[in-house]
């Protein structure tokens, strides 16, 4: 076979067989796992450019056939290359370009391996957030495993498996729970993490954080964990390994939680926050600092502990706060059209820029809403660049009545068939708004309901008044793309929105 040798492989018995696998287009990377130990056989082929991944000792079920996956990699085709060989090969889409060498393989466990690819699918640019297309995630083909353990293991509560090691270089103290996610404080050497994704035996997402040379503090107790916090059911923590010492954290989320991103600091800890949100843009440090019981019976590893992250007083929520007002018997709403300027918001068919639909549907709410008698202002007036925290700033400037941020959708260029709208809130006066916008514009526009959803966007989270965010379709999309461009159906999407800003100001006491 030609191509790049990336692995030798070993000899192993032919009666294990291949358990699960999942391609996570997000991270682009594919995450398999066998019965028994293995030793992965990478190749790189060209015309048409593929990776070969063979399996030695592995056997598969026949009926493992193409999976269309979408994005840098087509289709994952699974088979039997010979009576002692399983066989995955990911057929690469004709406009991605891989350097093989950059293609890196590690197993997790010797049952346990992620094939990464270099470079990322492209995201939307969104608020501050994106939010993964659940409904229509890849998701791992359903395997006949008969009287196999399923990996990786359910887990229904939080755990922590806890084994006395030797000395390692990053000592787990805890999680924390924060005001943008959770914060995970370490002491020693900064965290050498691996994270990979996949889902458990009721498919439930979960998220696997791997820290290498590293111990959990004694007397850390699952009590102390957080628990059904944003959208993450379950916290597990187990020494998974003594030597080299490895700890395992694995998050079980629930179906509405976003994707999380994990970041290790150098100066110690790691960031667990919604993928979008930079931990940099956290402006709140943690709120709370739950440390470990030193159990005294039990020698704690023999390094330094370094202090504790700062605890300063954290600033209080902005949601819990009472919402300014304006005058008596003045309503003002405050319009948001997303990006501008430098930032052209998602980009899709044909060159469509998200930010000037935006700014067109938007200028035709304020029209409307301004021959109704109501009182407009906007974020922005024109092609120009505003950050994220002054939009909210402008809102609570203003006393704004509400806060509506217009947006429009993407998912990668490969998902022309994703179509329809989508509307946003966080807080729950947010909701009652969010609800009524997206009941209006469908009963006047002919469009795909993809819900009302919850999501922690900063310009929903930093506004007191009722917010929500509107995505009024998606410019990937093969429907939606012609009616976003064309100023006749901006003209009604815009009227339409403003019918439902309407709608909820005449529901309001
Ligand atoms: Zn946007």
């Given at each position: 076979?030609?191509?790049?040798?990336?692995?030798?492989?070993?000899?192993?018995?032919?009666?294990?067989?291949?358990?699960?696998w999942?391609f996570?287009t997000g991270?682009?990377r594919?995450?398999?796992s066998?019965?028994?130990?293995?030793?992965?056989?990478?190749?790189?082929?060209?015309n048409p450019q593929?990776?070969?991944i063979?399996?030695?000792?592995?056997?598969?079920?026949?009926?493992?056939?193409?999976q269309?996956?979408?994005?840098?990699?087509a289709?994952v085709?699974?088979?039997?290359?010979?009576?002692?060989?399983?066989r995955?090969?990911?057929e690469?889409n004709p406009?991605?370009?891989?350097?093989?060498?950059?293609?890196?393989?590690?197993?997790?466990t010797?049952?346990?391996?992620?094939v990464?690819?270099?470079?990322?699918t492209?995201?939307?640019?969104?608020?501050?957030?994106?939010?993964?297309?659940?409904?229509?995630?890849?998701?791992?083909?359903?395997?006949?495993a008969?009287?196999?353990?399923?990996?990786?293991?359910?887990?229904?509560?939080?755990?922590?498996?806890?084994?006395?090691?030797?000395?390692?270089?990053t000592?787990?103290?805890?999680?924390?729970?924060?005001?943008?996610?959770f914060?995970?404080?370490?002491?020693?050497?900064?965290?050498?993490?691996r994270?990979?994704?996949?889902r458990?035996?009721?498919?439930?997402?979960?998220?696997?954080?791997d820290?290498?040379?590293?111990?959990?503090?004694?007397?850390?107790?699952?009590?102390?964990?957080?628990?059904?916090?944003?959208?993450?059911?379950?916290w597990?923590?187990?020494?998974?390994?003594?030597?080299p010492?490895a700890?395992?954290?694995t998050l079980?989320?629930?179906?509405?939680?976003?994707d999380w991103?994990?970041?290790p600091?150098?100066?110690?800890g790691?960031w667990?926050?919604?993928?979008?949100?930079?931990?940099?843009?956290?402006a709140?440090?943690?709120?709370?600092?739950?440390?470990?019981?030193?159990?005294?019976v039990?020698t704690?590893?023999?390094?330094?502990?370094s202090?504790?992250?700062?605890?300063?007083?954290?600033?209080?929520?902005?949601?819990s706060?009472?919402?300014?007002r304006?005058?008596?018997?003045?309503?003002?709403v405050?319009?948001?059209?997303?990006?501008g300027?430098?930032?052209?918001g998602?980009?899709g068919?044909?060159?469509?820029q998200?930010?000037?639909?935006?700014l067109?549907?938007?200028?035709?709410t304020?029209?409307?809403?301004?021959?109704?008698?109501?009182?407009?202002?906007?974020?922005?007036?024109?092609?120009?660049?505003?950050?994220?925290?002054?939009?909210?700033?402008?809102?609570?400037?203003?006393?704004?009545t509400?806060f509506?941020?217009?947006?429009?959708?993407?998912v990668?260029?490969?998902?022309?068939?994703?179509?329809?709208?989508?509307?946003?809130?966080?807080?729950?006066?947010g909701?009652?708004?969010a609800?009524a916008?997206?009941?209006?514009?469908?009963s006047t526009?002919?469009?795909?309901?993809r819900?009302?959803?919850?999501?922690?966007?900063?310009?929903?989270?930093r506004?007191?008044?009722?917010?929500?965010?509107?995505?009024?379709?998606?410019?990937?999309?093969?429907?939606?793309a012609?009616?976003?461009?064309?100023?006749?159906?901006?003209?009604?999407?815009?009227?339409?929105?403003?019918?439902?800003?309407?709608?909820?100001?005449?529901?309001q006491?």
């Amino acid at each position: 076979m030609a191509g790049v040798c990336l692995f030798g492989s070993l000899p192993a018995k032919a009666s294990a067989r291949l358990q699960a696998w999942e391609f996570d287009t997000g991270q682009n990377r594919l995450v398999f796992s066998t019965e028994s130990g293995v030793e992965p056989q990478v190749s790189w082929l060209s015309n048409p450019q593929r990776l070969v991944i063979d399996l030695p000792g592995i056997l598969t079920e026949e009926s493992l056939g193409d999976q269309f996956v979408g994005g840098a990699v087509a289709a994952v085709r699974v088979t039997q290359a010979d009576a002692q060989t399983t066989r995955m090969v990911l057929e690469l889409n004709p406009n991605y370009s891989l350097d093989p060498k950059q293609v890196k393989v590690w197993g997790l466990t010797s049952q346990q391996w992620v094939v990464q690819l270099p470079g990322s699918t492209p995201v939307a640019a969104d608020g501050g957030l994106t939010m993964p297309d659940f409904s229509k995630a890849a998701r791992p083909r359903p395997l006949a495993a008969a009287g196999a353990d399923p990996l990786p293991p359910l887990i229904s509560r939080n755990q922590i498996n806890n084994v006395a090691v030797r000395a390692t270089a990053t000592v787990l103290r805890g999680v924390q729970t924060t005001a943008e996610g959770f914060f995970i404080p370490t002491a020693g050497a900064t965290p050498q993490v691996r994270v990979y994704r996949t889902r458990d035996a009721n498919q439930a997402r979960q998220i696997v954080i791997d820290l290498l040379d590293a111990a959990i503090a004694p007397g850390l107790t699952p009590e102390a964990l957080p628990q059904g916090r944003y959208g993450i059911h379950h916290w597990s923590i187990s020494q998974f390994a003594t030597a080299p010492p490895a700890i395992r954290l694995t998050l079980t989320l629930d179906g509405f939680s976003p994707d999380w991103q994990i970041t290790p600091l150098a100066s110690g800890g790691i960031w667990v926050t919604p993928i979008g949100v930079a931990p940099s843009q956290i402006a709140t440090p943690p709120t709370t600092v739950v440390l470990p019981v030193l159990n005294p019976v039990v020698t704690p590893p023999p390094i330094a502990q370094s202090p504790p992250p700062t605890a300063t007083v954290p600033a209080p929520a902005i949601a819990s706060t009472p919402a300014p007002r304006p005058a008596q018997g003045q309503v003002l709403v405050m319009l948001d059209p997303g990006h501008g300027g430098v930032d052209p918001g998602a980009v899709g068919i044909g060159g469509l820029q998200e930010k000037g639909v935006v700014l067109a549907v938007a200028q035709h709410t304020a029209a409307v809403l301004r021959a109704q008698g109501i009182a407009v202002q906007m974020t922005r007036q024109s092609d120009q660049t505003v950050d994220l925290q002054p939009r909210a700033d402008m809102a609570t400037a203003a006393r704004a009545t509400v806060f509506v941020s217009i947006h429009a959708n993407a998912v990668n260029m490969q998902r022309p068939e994703v179509n329809g709208l989508e509307t946003y809130y966080y807080s729950e006066t947010g909701q009652v708004l969010a609800a009524a916008l997206q009941r209006q514009v469908l009963s006047t526009m002919a469009m795909n309901d993809r819900g009302v959803r919850q999501a922690r966007f900063l310009v929903l989270r930093r506004t007191a008044m009722p917010a929500a965010l509107i995505e009024i379709g998606f410019v990937t999309g093969a429907t939606d793309a012609p009616k976003l461009r064309d100023p006749r159906w901006q003209a009604q999407m815009g009227q339409a929105i403003a019918q439902g800003i309407l709608n909820y100001l005449r529901s309001q006491p």
